[in-house]
């Protein structure tokens, strides 16, 4: 059904485009935080953080009273993929709250008329919405994982493993981010799909399960085979720290190098590639 058929008045001016997709996810945003689901299950979700913040300091605590935070090994990547690991499921609960609705509400609802009423563009709705999820993935694990890093770093400024701990938290965040952009692509993507909440709901939750499901049942039959990883987030995410991330097993001979890479990649791609199909087959808008 079109605008008209719906006695709204089409905007036939000039369409500004200038931070259109900035009000669509900050506005998209509040909705969400105002409900509070979303304030309990972020709040929840720093539990992680919080347990490996007293980690770290008892890790300091144990160094500093055997005298060793300079003579010990440099820590290695195990804590950062450990953490990314957890924020998996963290992401996963928080989307669950508040973002498989974030299109498909609108298509149920209709609302998607009410946004192309006003002059914006297909591309300012679509990242609108995603960048909404972003920064709720953001409060969710790169803020904590910034929190964290720097925590940790502090403790080790003093010691000859400064700039290596650094570039070891540095790329961590960087990993946080991009499983940040990975999950709401697909979460948006999902949501994009169906103009039932409940179904976009259940479809991210066998997105995230299945895939663990297959990873077990794949290590199981191959004897621990390493390439029983590609099939889930978290095993993605620990291919992805022994190739970026050092102080660790090297990267294993018997998985292609570039595949988690591939793996993490498509599945964003595909979420994106969902909600670019939705956008440009919405009806009833220019």
């Known amino acids: 059904m079109s605008i008209r058929d719906q006695q709204y008045t089409r905007y036939e001016g000039p369409i500004v485009e200038r931070f259109a997709w900035w009000t669509i996810a900050w506005i998209s945003l ?4 105002r409900f509070w689901r979303t304030k309990l299950v972020v709040l929840g979700s720093w539990l992680i953080p919080l347990i490996f913040g007293v980690l770290i300091v008892g890790e300091y605590a144990m160094r500093s009273q055997l005298g060793q935070m300079g003579a010990a090994e440099a820590p290695g990547r195990g804590p950062v993929v450990i953490f990314l690991q957890f924020e ?6 928080v989307y669950v709250a508040n973002g498989c609705g974030i299109i498909s509400d609108d298509l149920r609802h209709r609302t998607v008329q009410l946004y192309f009423s006003k002059p914006i563009s ?34 080790f400024a003093s010691t000859e493993y400064a700039g290596q701990v650094a570039a ?37 939750l066998g997105a995230i ?4 499901i297959l990873h077990a049942i794949f290590g199981t039959v191959s004897g621990g085979h390493a390439a029983a990883a590609l099939f889930s987030l978290t095993g993605n995410l620990t291919l992805l ?14 998985v292609p190098m570039w595949a988690p890479f591939l793996v993490t990649l498509g599945l964003g791609g595909a979420g994106i ?13 220019a």
């Open 30 to 33: 509040r909705t969400y935080w």
């Open 88 to 93: 998996v499921f963290a992401l996963a609960l």
């Open 122 to 155: 297909r591309f300012d709705y679509a990242f609108g919405k995603f960048l909404c999820l972003f920064m709720l993935g953001t409060l969710t694990a790169i803020v904590p994982a910034i929190l964290l890093s720097g925590l940790r770093v502090a403790f």
């Open 168 to 204: 070891l938290h540095a790329v961590g965040v960087l990993m946080a981010a991009g499983l940040v952009a990975v999950m709401s692509a697909m979460v948006v993507g999902l949501s994009s799909l169906t103009s039932r909440t409940g179904y976009a709901v259940l479809g991210w």
């Open 209 to 212: 399960i299945v895939p663990l």
């Open 241 to 254: 720290g022994q190739a970026l991330l050092e102080g660790g097993p090297e990267f294993p001979e018997t």
């Open 273 to 285: 590639a969902a909600l670019g199909h939705r956008v440009s087959r919405l009806e009833g808008i």
